[in-house]
């Protein structure tokens, strides 16, 4: 499974920015998906994080009311919808794959990793 998410840029705090992550090489339905995001000098944390349907989804706290995680298995896509931005969501966003249909909230249950795309959220 290949991963290449796009999207990123700079916008201003309050705005919103949409990430993508197409996925291409195994039956995109198959896979849970989730994101992930490493701030500068910190560890990577979760994001959100959706079953193979996309109907079962889960958010990190601190994005909550503010990202939705959504999928297109027709277009073996899946994004991030990022709303009312914060300074502190600037990061490196990383989209992942895990082979299961569940859903998952950490970095170990995941097995393939997209190359990350920079999102900067200016004050």
């Known amino acids: 499974v290949q991963l290449q998410a796009s999207g990123g840029g700079l916008v201003q705090a309050g705005g919103s920015l949409r990430l993508s992550c197409a996925s291409s090489g195994r039956t995109f339905s198959n896979y849970a998906m989730g994101w992930f995001r490493q701030a500068p000098g910190k560890e990577r944390e979760f994001v959100a994080t959706?079953?193979?349907?996309?109907?079962?989804?889960y958010y990190a706290d601190s994005v909550k009311d503010r990202f939705t995680i959504s999928r297109d298995n027709a277009k073996n896509t899946v994004y991030l919808q990022m709303n009312s931005l914060k300074p502190e969501d600037t990061a490196v966003y990383y989209c992942a794959a895990r082979n299961t249909m569940v859903a998952g909230t950490t970095m170990k249950e995941y097995d393939y990793w997209g190359q990350g795309t920079l999102v900067t959220v200016s004050s």
């Open positions: 959706c079953n193979w349907s996309g109907d079962i989804r």
